[in-house]
């Protein structure tokens, strides 16, 4: 079946660092791809998708790109700032356009 | 526009005793979802109601779990009785489509529930 593999944290970081969050998928066809941020406190946020391989997704700093050869979708920020920290999930979307969730990776950035 | 509501932001019950969470839509959106966020993994789609008509519960465990969108607008999601496990944040979504265009599904911030 479908399903979502996503790099464990707490990723702890220093501000200004280089963030990449990995991201591997299994799926059937050529889903989409999706990136959801969860700031403390708060729901959940889209951050960025693709919905093609090769797709770059962008948005606040962040980008991913649907890999389809190495079924990945790797979120990247060149310069973190200590406002970046959150919880990073990586989605996909099925036939039945529900999402398949990772777990979640928690970012830490500190000043 | 007002995001999707839901309430009470909190809960600390007893387990066997039941318990009840509200959520508001944001207006127009037809599609409304509820899911389980457990510590530490990713968020289980419960149940997805298009207007008032059930879409998808074959996760829902409805020996204890039921939900109810009377009218086509809030919801409620209740369950009793309670265990230990149920302890998560039970999240509310909701989307103008069916099926969602691009994903766009806005979610609440969720009411975390512990049972003790």
């Known amino acids: 079946g479908n399903s979502v593999t996503q790099m464990e944290g707490p990723v702890t970081l220093s501000e200004e660092a280089f963030l990449t969050i990995n991201c591997t998928y299994t799926?059937?066809?050529?889903?989409?791809l999706f990136w959801y941020v969860q700031y403390p406190g708060e729901g959940l946020q889209l951050l960025l998708k693709a919905t093609k391989a090769d797709d770059k997704g962008s948005n606040k700093g962040f980008e991913a790109t649907y890999r389809k050869e190495t079924t990945s979708f790797h979120l990247e920020k060149g310069s973190v700032q200590v406002s970046d920290s959150a919880v990073y999930f990586c989605a996909l979307g099925d036939s039945n356009y529900q999402l398949i969730w990772g777990a979640g990776t928690k970012l830490i950035i500190k000043p | 526009e007002a995001g999707v509501a839901q309430s009470p932001r909190y809960k600390i019950i007893e387990k066997r005793q039941s318990v009840a969470f509200w959520c508001n839509p944001i207006?127009?959106?037809?599609?409304l979802y509820w899911y389980q966020q457990i510590l530490g993994q990713g968020p289980k789609l419960l149940i997805q109601f298009q207007n008032n008509g059930v879409v998808d519960d074959s996760q829902l465990p409805k020996d204890r779990f039921s939900a109810e969108r009377l009218k086509g607008v809030d919801s409620t999601l209740k369950i009793q009785p309670a265990k230990l496990e149920d302890s998560a944040v039970y999240l509310c979504a909701s989307s103008l489509d069916l099926p969602p265009l691009n994903y766009g599904y806005t979610f609440g911030s969720g009411t975390r529930l512990t049972v003790v």
């Open positions: 799926a059937t066809g050529y889903p989409s």
């Open positions: 207006s127009g959106h037809a599609t």
